[in-house]
């Protein structure tokens, strides 16, 4: 996987994805046949992309960030 992109720290004025602590080993994933998208200031991102933001780094996972 590639690094993670690095953006800018959370704009409250723009549209960013709900933002969730780290998963642990034994969490169920629900999956849906259809993508819901990710976003980080105005940006759109897919399921599976990572980005980095003031340390710490994210993986869009259905419409939400997760921390990884």
Avoid: H, Q
């Avoid at 953006?7 to 602590?21: C, H, Q």
């Amino acid at each position: 996987m590639s690094d993670p992109k690095s953006v800018e720290a959370a704009d409250p004025a723009k549209k960013t994805s709900k933002i969730t602590g780290p998963v642990d080993e034994d969490a169920t994933v629900v999956a849906s046949e259809t993508e819901i998208m990710c976003y980080w200031n105005d940006e759109e991102f897919g399921s599976g992309n990572r980005i980095s933001s003031e340390g710490k780094n994210y993986e869009c996972s259905n419409g939400l960030w997760v921390e990884v």
